[in-house]
């Protein structure tokens, strides 16, 4: 069975500090997305990591996908109120049939 | 909006009681998914469509969970006699082509409360 864990499952910090929050599985993946979700609304897509060791920036989130294709990690600098949210990584089973999600990370950043 | 439409947004029932939801695929993709999300966990796969077969099934998917793609566009998920353990974020979502490549896109959701 493919499990995705995420770490911290919760992150409470003040805007403009950074952070970095985990995805971590014993399996590999032939690629892993990242999602955000705000309350009340569904998921949405921010970025897919394909390649081991890619690292891939969207304005102040740096994504970077293990070497091994079992991780991937999440970076924000410099959070902002706008960044608060539900913060998900997914992973296509083998088949490529459905999305195996993690349980996320909360983030809330403070003003 | 050509986004994921889903429908009722909100849905309070009583125990027992029977409930369907709705939703409106991007048009032109072959494949709808329906995953739950309860507080604190992330989605969790439910089904999935390719057109209007039905082609996996997740063992959460109780029979009191029927869901169906009649023509290949819209589907609806009804749950019948409904169970406070239900009260969850049912959501849709659609992609052309299978996975992989094709990026999933979701809706906003249909929450369901069960009193």
């Known amino acids: 069975t493919q499990l995705l864990e995420q770490s911290p499952q919760f992150l409470s910090i003040q805007e403009g500090e950074n952070l970095t929050v985990y995805c971590n599985s014993s399996?590999?993946?032939?690629?892993l997305q990242w999602y955000r979700q705000e309350p009340g609304e569904g998921p949405v897509l921010l970025v897919t990591?394909?390649?081991?060791?890619e690292v891939k920036k969207l304005k102040r989130l740096t994504f970077q996908f293990g070497d091994a294709r079992k991780d991937s990690s999440l970076h924000i600098t410099a959070a902002q109120p706008g960044d608060t949210g539900l913060y998900l990584c997914a992973g296509f089973n083998g088949g490529y049939n459905k999305l195996i999600f993690g349980a996320g990370t909360r983030l809330a950043v403070h003003p | 909006d050509t986004g994921v439409s889903q429908d009722p947004r909100h849905k309070i029932t009583k125990r027992g009681q029977n409930v369907t939801f709705r939703c409106d695929p991007i048009?032109?993709?072959?494949?709808l998914y329906w995953y739950r999300q309860t507080l604190g966990q992330g989605p969790e796969f439910l089904t999935y469509f390719q057109n209007e077969a039905q082609l996996e099934k997740s063992r959460l998917l109780s029979d009191r969970f029927s869901a169906e793609r009649p023509k290949g566009s819209f589907s609806t998920l009804e749950i019948q006699r409904t169970e406070q353990g239900d009260s969850a974020m049912y959501l849709c979502?659609?992609?052309?082509?299978?996975?992989?490549?094709?990026?999933?896109?979701f809706g906003e959701g249909s929450w369901l409360t069960v009193v």
């Open positions: 979502a659609s992609s052309h082509g299978q996975g992989g490549g094709n990026t999933i896109y």
């Open positions: 399996s590999v993946f032939s690629s």
């Open positions: 048009s032109e993709h072959n494949r």
């Open positions: 990591v394909v390649t081991g060791g």
